[in-house]
């Protein structure tokens, strides 16, 4: 089983002044411990459902490539990006450029958007749900596209382009790995099966149960190798956990077919909480097999 991280707060690293310095830090720590993957958030405020909208928030592809500058081995990803933020030509550019900077550490984090709040806010055009994921399905064909020889145009209902050239290609081989974020049954995990190389789930070992169940069925529909894809969850820690109950949650995870914790935290120190809490367990979870897909 894989053990990830995500980074979701930057108010604890002590202002403007201070987050650079926070960023490299805690960054540093996870991958010392042998965490896997770093992922940030696709936001320009705050989750206003998670804590207040003015904390600060960072761009989120300037911050990964900030944190493969102080890191070597530690992968990249967005968890996940949002669709109507950048044309899907742009955005192939931004996660190539990372990739190659990175040597090839960069991942494609991509979803729906859903946060309208910062749509209005910044002025951003937020369609209906059902054009976003027709843009969202365009994006991935696109990105695909521009990640092959073929150099030809595109013709979307929602994008148009004239040429699909992206030189340099990316370092990772065959390319860099795709997650689609989200868990509707119907479309996005239809997509998985068809463009993804990994998922990522919110909630419990019963509700991710359902979710594989479903996402096996698209899979096999399309002929496709679930075993192909890596199963996420997010795994956020209660106060009071010891680095036992970190591997005991993750050990539930895995026997219905999870095979990727992404640990996260809320507390004012994430840093000392990585050392304290996760480090002792990575290696723990790592030795975890996931029940057979």
Known sequence: ??????????????????????????????????????????????????????????????????????????????????????????????????????????????????????????????????????????TLQIVLQMWSDNNGPYEGRHFKLAETRCSPQPVSSPRPRIMIGGSGEKKTLRMVAQYGDCCNFMGGPDLCARKISVLREHCDRLGRDISEIDITVLLQPQPDWTPDDVVRAAEKMAAVGVTTIVATTAGADPVATVESLFGPAVERVRAIQPALL
Do not use: C, N
Request: no cysteine.
């Open 1 to 138: 089983m894989h053990f990830d991280y995500h980074l979701m707060r930057f108010d604890w690293a002590g202002g403007p002044a201070g987050i650079g310095r926070g960023v490299a830090r805690i960054a540093r720590t996870i991958e010392s411990v042998g965490i896997r993957t770093l992922s940030v958030m696709d936001h320009y405020f705050q989750m206003d459902s998670f804590a207040p909208a003015e904390d600060p928030m960072l761009e989120g592809y300037t911050a990964l490539g900030y944190i493969a500058g102080v890191t070597e081995r530690l992968r990249l990803r967005m968890l996940v990006g949002g669709v109507t933020y950048r044309y899907p030509g742009i955005l192939a550019k931004i996660i190539t450029t990372l990739d190659v900077l990175s040597g090839g550490r960069a991942e494609f984090g991509i979803g729906a958007a859903w946060y309208e709040r910062e749509h209005k806010g910044l002025g951003i055009p937020f369609p209906p749900m059902g054009q976003r994921f027709e843009m969202l399905e365009e």
